[in-house]
């Protein structure tokens, strides 16, 4: 079966410092990949998609990035945190384009002090 | 660009009453329907998917409609009970983003004992 696991589960970070969020998935291949962002009062927004190896599109500009250094490995970056980065996010995978829903992990919660 | 409203925000209802979720989008050229729950803290979970050529879905206690020409869809909850309280998710991804998806704000479900 599938798992997707997200680390850390919590952090707390002071503005301008970096930021590194991992996301993994086990027991498939070649999976899409999606980053999310809840912030406090808001919906789910979509940051960031890639459908391969190093293939990454970005929804919305932003102080993050993405990349995508193996096929099931999904990495958030910032290098400078702002306040505004506060939240939690959501990482999730399907199988692909046609796929009927996605898989969510456990989610981080980013504080920005 | 896609834009979905889930009415109310909060919802507070005693337990064994029925729920009535109520979610709206505005582009009704919609991939599929989809009702996620979230509780607090943790990422989601699948609920029910509404193909856009099916009317409604069902799994135990929940139905979900979809009325595409109004761009509306509900999700009901029968006999509701203490462990249905979470955070109820909808998304309505354009058949022209594929599965990347367009979420509701949510709706805040607490069932009193």
């Known amino acids: 079966s599938q798992t997707i696991h997200q680390w850390p589960a919590t952090l707390v970070q002071p503005v301008g410092s970096p930021l590194s969020l991992e996301c993994t998935v086990e027991g498939t291949s070649n999976p899409n990949l999606y980053w999310y962002r809840q912030a406090a009062g808001r919906g789910l927004q979509l940051l960031f998609y890639?459908?391969?190896?190093?293939?990454i599109s970005s929804e919305v500009p932003q102080n993050l990035s993405a990349s995508r250094p193996q096929d099931r490995q999904f990495i958030l970056s910032s290098k400078k945190l702002l306040l505004s980065d506060s939240g939690f996010y959501l990482c999730a995978w399907d199988p692909d384009s046609s796929a009927d829903t996605q898989y969510f992990g456990p989610g981080t919660r980013l504080t920005v002090l | 660009k896609q834009e979905v409203t889930q009415i109310p925000a909060a919802l507070s209802v005693p337990e064994g009453e029925n729920l009535v979720l109520n979610c709206s989008f505005t582009?009704?050229?919609?991939?599929?329907l989809q009702w996620f729950r979230q509780d607090p803290g943790k990422g989601l979970t699948s609920l029910l998917l509404i193909q856009s050529s099916q009317r409604e879905q069902t799994s135990g206690r929940l139905n979900a409609s979809l009325d595409k020409s109004s761009g509306r869809s509900t999700l009901y909850i029968a006999a509701s009970q203490p462990g249905d309280s979470a955070t109820y998710l909808c998304?309505?991804?354009?058949?022209?983003?594929?599965?990347?998806?367009?979420f509701g704000g949510g709706t805040r479900v607490l069932v009193k004992p």
């Open positions: 890639s459908v391969g190896i190093g293939q």
């Open positions: 582009d009704s050229a919609i991939y599929n």
């Open positions: 998304a309505a991804p354009p058949k022209a983003a594929g599965n990347k998806l367009t």
